[in-house]
């Protein structure tokens, strides 16, 4: 058996999810493998972030989300509001802002000791949902979906514009 990696990298706009159409990338990947028969797994491991798939529209909203993009991000706001104020979920607490101030970072999670940066619970409990990865076919050195099929990566963090890694790996004969 081959096993064949890599990752992909995209920037999150920050304000709404951000979305994005990874399915070339994960086609130029298997074909990049040689691996003609076996699967690929599509990984987020970021906690806001997941993989799904999903038909392709075609039609975009003015902020240009695709039409089921937009109408999966109406639906879970439904079930889960977006954060805007301390105390409306119970994350993140005093221990967790404690904990994310020693980090040596700590002023990309907290600019200027800003808890408001922090404020991400409903990305966190959405991206839970939908979950972190997929797995696919890879029939004779394909992506073995449907020709409506796209996969998708989606950021739900809100807070800020950040860079998101995307891990593929192919694996099979």
């Known amino acids: 058996m081959k096993i064949y990696k890599e990752q992909i990298y995209l920037t999150s706009h ?9 399915t070339p990338s994960v086609k130029e990947i298997i074909k990049k493998s040689e ?3 076996g699967i690929c797994a599509v990984i987020s491991p970021h906690t806001t972030c997941s993989v799904f798939f999903e038909e392709f529209v075609h039609d975009y ?10 109408d999966l991000n109406n639906v879970l706001k439904k079930i889960i509001p977006d954060q805007v104020e301390e105390g409306q979920y119970n994350y993140p607490g005093e221990k967790h ?4 101030l020693s980090w040596p970072d700590a002023e990309d ?14 990305a966190h409990l959405k991206a839970t949902l939908i979950g972190s990865s ?6 004779n ?11 998708y990566f989606v950021d739900f963090d809100r807070t800020r514009s950040r860079i998101r890694k995307c891990k593929i790996i192919v694996l099979g004969e």
């Open 14 to 22: 920050g304000g709404t999810p951000s979305f994005f159409n990874i």
């Open 35 to 37: 691996i003609q028969n």
């Open 61 to 70: 909203t003015e902020d240009g989300d695709e039409y089921l993009q937009a």
């Open 97 to 100: 802002y404690e904990a994310v």
């Open 109 to 122: 999670y907290l600019p200027n000791g800003d808890r408001s940066a922090l404020l991400n619970c409903d």
């Open 134 to 139: 997929e797995i696919f076919e890879v029939d």
């Open 141 to 151: 050195g394909k992506l073995g979906v449907g020709p409506t099929g796209y996969i």
